[in-house]
């Protein structure tokens, strides 16, 4: 098997998370990725934790799988000398520096250009790369509340979302922009600016809240556990545990309001605008008959109609899950200090290797200046 971007040659500047995870998925297709870390303690995230694991911080591992990592100081001349000759060599260049630093240390985009006329560089930022607010640092909670995200989830006070959903997205966002401005770059031989922003990443995935603002002008609002436009779509306690039942269609209404002995042509549950209109009504009905039986009991019940449900499960179960497991979303990497761990795995598969991602072989998050030596190397080699 070929690595699906193994001609691609990525200049990875990141830090923290959004850019990291970025370059992360292009490495998992298969990209080298040379992340260049600053001499005196790399990347900010080596420092997060705990937990650490003989001194290498667990955040830090999990957005830098499949890079080689180099270090140099981009304020010294060497550094400079390095940088530029990184990018001559280079397809893609990641940044996520607040607007302007890459200018003031000589490598704005002009400069990049003309060091490299094709190469496709992509930039992360906070809140833009222009506006009134451009030039503000971004992290991702202040984005989770200033792109609206907070005001709908939680319960009754404004919640984040577990997982640090900004940074991801944009990382994901600006991957997906990357490759589009390579493909172009197949075509025409030039590269482009690719900019993408925390900020932009959280009001991209607002979906049908944000049209329930912008066509119907009303403001969408938190519902807790619950679909804000479906209903029973949501987390129901049963006598022993809770469930996530989701009654997607009418159809399945039809087969799911016998089962927890309600009428389906009950004129406050019979079409699904009716049902959310009547939300309390409906969610205290639907756990008066799951308070009768367990869980799995009823999670047994609702498969054998062909209802969607499941569990609410933790990290444990998660990765303990053999379906989770079937779906290659668990790697074992060899790190040079840790030895064989395990890592969430990339999320994609590919028909001739559906277990790892479009790597031959996945390459464990590396130690900081790592591959000083066999990267200069390369460099001076033509």
Do not use: C
């Amino acid at each position: 098997m070929q690595n699906l971007l193994s001609d691609v040659v990525v200049v990875d500047l990141t830090r923290a998370l959004a850019g990291p995870h970025a370059a992360m998925m292009l490495g998992d297709l298969g990209a080298r990725v040379i992340k260049v870390e600053t001499p005196n303690g790399g990347d900010d995230s080596r420092g997060w934790g705990p937990p650490f694991v003989d001194g290498e911080s667990t955040y830090y591992l999990s957005a830098n799988r499949n890079k080689e990592s180099v270090t140099a100081d981009l304020k010294s001349d060497e550094g400079k000398e390095f940088l530029a000759k990184l990018v001559r060599k280079a397809d893609l260049l990641i940044e996520n520096f607040r607007p302007g630093v890459l200018d003031r240390l000589g490598f704005g985009t002009a400069r990049l250009h003309e060091l490299n006329p094709g190469l496709v560089i992509l930039s992360i930022t906070g809140f833009g790369h222009d506006g009134p607010e451009g030039g503000r640092a971004g992290y991702d909670q202040i984005a989770q509340g200033e792109g609206g995200l907070m005001s709908i989830t939680g319960e009754t006070e404004p919640t984040k979302v577990g997982a640090p959903i900004s940074d991801l997205l944009a990382g994901m966002y600006g991957a997906y922009g990357a490759l589009a401005a390579l493909h172009e770059r197949s075509i025409t031989g030039k590269g482009r600016v690719v900019r993408t922003s925390l900020l932009a990443s959280v009001v991209g995935v607002h979906a049908f809240h944000g049209t329930k603002w912008t066509v119907a002008h009303e403001l969408p609002e938190r519902v807790g556990n619950h679909h804000a436009q479906i209903a029973p779509y949501g987390l129901y306690r049963t006598r022993d545990d809770i469930v996530q039942v989701a009654v997607g269609s009418e159809g399945l209404w039809r087969l799911f309001a016998p089962i927890v002995g309600l009428d389906p042509g009950d004129e406050r549950f019979a079409t699904n605008p009716a049902r959310v209109a009547h939300r309390d009504e409906l969610t205290a009905a639907i756990e008066a008959a799951f308070a009768a039986d367990a869980a799995d009991v009823w999670l047994e019940r609702l498969a054998d109609k062909g209802i969607p449900a499941g569990k609410v499960r933790d990290f444990q179960q998660v990765y303990d899950w053999e379906q989770t497991r079937s779906q290659g979303l668990l790697i074992e990497v060899e790190h040079p200090a840790l030895g064989t761990i395990q890592l969430p795995g990339p999320p994609l598969r590919f028909d001739d290797n559906p277990y790892a991602g479009a790597r031959e072989t996945n390459l464990p998050p590396p130690r900081l200046g790592e591959h000083n030596e066999s990267v200069r190397a390369w460099l001076d080699s033509e």
